[in-house]
């Protein structure tokens, strides 16, 4: 499963008056990820093509001497 987290965070925590779209995961607070992944509508099943294509990035990034963060 994928959550877009552009898209989680406007259902969750847009406001009008603040002008802000999260670019990576990396700002936002652990709670709101929580609420974010604990919501079921916010996610998205993968179809074949696109688990492959992220089968074929995670290949790439695993011979990369840069460092790499998985979030669980």
């Not at 499963?1 to 969750?12: L, P, Q, R, S, V």
């Not at 999260?22 to 709101?32: F, I, N, T, W």
């Not at 992944?37 to 996610?43: L, Q, V």
């Not at 093509?49 to 011979?63: G, H, I, N, T």
Request: glycine share 2%; proline share 3%; net charge neutral.
């Amino acid at each position: 499963m994928m959550i877009n987290i552009n898209e989680a965070y406007k259902t969750h925590f847009e406001r009008p008056e603040i002008d802000f779209t999260p670019r990576h995961m990396g700002e936002l607070s652990a709670k709101q990820l929580q609420q974010m992944h604990e919501n079921k509508k916010n996610w998205h099943a993968l179809t074949q093509s696109e688990r492959k294509a992220f089968e074929q990035q995670w290949e790439r990034l695993c011979v990369e001497k840069e460092a790499l963060r998985i979030w669980q």
